[in-house]
């Protein structure tokens, strides 16, 4: 155990945990943010996805330690009004929605990097992110439309 000093959403937390465990468990158990999904733990399908400053990273596997005193955003932190959010009620982009913060993150991030992304940058983006549903196709309009492309 140790005590780390962690900011997420805008606050600054001091903890005791293990150095080693994941950032995911973190937010859910000892936060209490529970739009952070667990899916896989292996980093595979991206339902865990959070921005560390502006990239996106599988929070099943970064710890604490990993993170230093960048920023954590998680769904929690975006806030209600986020275009993307907005986008995506709009377009009625999920399903069972279980998968959705983590693709809404994925989608923040590669907005930072590049505001008017093509097709191929989303699907490149987007890869890492599985949905079960298969709303693939809502969710490229809606990043398009979060851009201004409106497609």
């Known amino acids: 155990m140790a005590t780390i000093r962690i900011r997420v959403n805008g606050h600054v937390h001091e903890l005791d945990v293990p150095l080693d465990k994941p950032l995911l468990w973190i937010l859910r158990d000892d936060l209490g943010l529970k739009g952070t999904k667990y899916g896989c733990g292996v980093s595979e399908c991206g339902s865990c996805t959070v921005l560390v400053g502006a990239e996106a990273v599988r929070s099943c596997v ?45 989608a923040a991030a590669l907005l930072h990097e590049n505001p008017r992304p093509s097709d191929q940058d989303i699907d490149r983006a987007m890869s890492g992110n599985l949905c079960r549903c298969g709303s693939y196709q809502r969710i490229k309009r809606a990043i398009h439309k979060t851009a201004g492309g409106g497609r």
């Open 62 to 106: 970064t710890t604490a330690a990993d993170v230093g005193d960048a920023e954590i955003t998680t769904i929690e932190g975006l806030g209600g009004d986020h275009p993307l959010q907005k986008a995506w009620i709009e377009d009625e982009v999920p399903q069972c929605g279980y998968c959705q913060p983590g693709q809404i993150l994925q």
